[in-house]
T-cell receptor, first 111, second 115 residues
Framework: GNSVTQMEGPVTLSEEAFLTINCTYT??????LFWYVQYPGEGLQLLLK???ADDKGSNKGFEATYRKETTSFHLEKGSVQVSDSAVYFC??????????WGAGTKLIIKP | GAVVSQHPSWVICKSGTSVKIECRSL??????MFWYRQFPKQSLMLMAT?????????EQGVEKDKFLINHASLTLSTLTVTSAHPEDSSFYIC???????????FGPGTRLTVT
């Protein structure tokens, strides 16, 4: 079926570590892909997006590349900070322009 | 800009009563508002989409008579859970869009507990 699968958390890292949160999707065609972030006590925010294959979305040091060969959109950051602690959601857009969500990955960064 | 608020942030109610949750776009006019439900460790489930002044479009499996949505203005949408039961306990999240469907601005959510 059409779904978004992301790695189960929580993911716990030390400050300045390299981060990867995996996300894969199933869909017909090449849907737009997104990463949203939810900081503690706040609403979800769009972190980055990619609308076509091989596009790279980036924001706040985070990057994700749209890989159609592997149907993936993994989130990466070279050096995480304590302030990056949050829940990260991968999502794709369906043909009705609605967002299909992954389950979310909680990221905990320890000083 | 693009701030969305929800009220209340948490509510506890008794089984059989009704609860209203408000979603407001504070600094923009929202052409469309969305209501989601989130279960622990699960993804957001879209419940319904509403445009100002028209009836909400409910997703398959969502009871429209139980989850009443009113989108009376470009800055306010309400979700009323009628005759609540313990299985309605969940985290309800709203979002608002200025136009582009993926640019949704989310509220902080409302935790509903039905006893």
């Amino acid at each position: 079926g059409n779904s978004v699968t992301q790695m189960e958390g929580p993911v716990t890292l030390s400050e300045e570590a390299f981060l990867t949160i995996n996300c894969t999707y199933t869909a017909t065609g090449y849907p737009s892909l997104f990463w949203y972030v939810q900081y503690p006590g706040e609403g979800l925010q769009l972190l980055l997006k990619a609308t076509k294959a091989d596009d790279k979305g980036s924001n706040k040091g985070f990057e994700a590349t749209y890989r159609k060969e592997t149907t993936s959109f993994h989130l990466e950051k070279g050096s995480v900070q304590v302030s990056d602690s949050a829940v990260y959601f991968c999502a794709r857009m369906d043909s009705n322009y609605q967002l299909i969500w992954g389950a979310g990955t909680k990221l905990i960064i320890k000083p | 800009g693009a701030v969305v608020s929800q009220h209340p942030s948490w509510v506890i109610c008794k089984s059989g009563t009704s609860v209203k949750i408000e979603c407001r776009s504070l600094d923009f006019q929202a052409t469309t508002m969305f209501w989601y439900r989130q279960f622990p460790k699960q993804s957001l489930m879209l419940m319904a989409t509403s445009n100002e002044g028209s009836k909400a479009t409910y997703e398959q499996g969502v009871e429209k008579d139980k989850f009443l949505i009113n989108h009376a203005s470009l800055t306010l949408s309400t979700l009323t859970v009628t005759s609540a039961h313990p299985e309605d306990s969940s985290f309800y999240i709203c979002s608002a869009s200025k136009g582009l469907p993926y640019e949704q601005y989310f509220g902080p959510g409302t935790r509903l507990t039905v006893t």
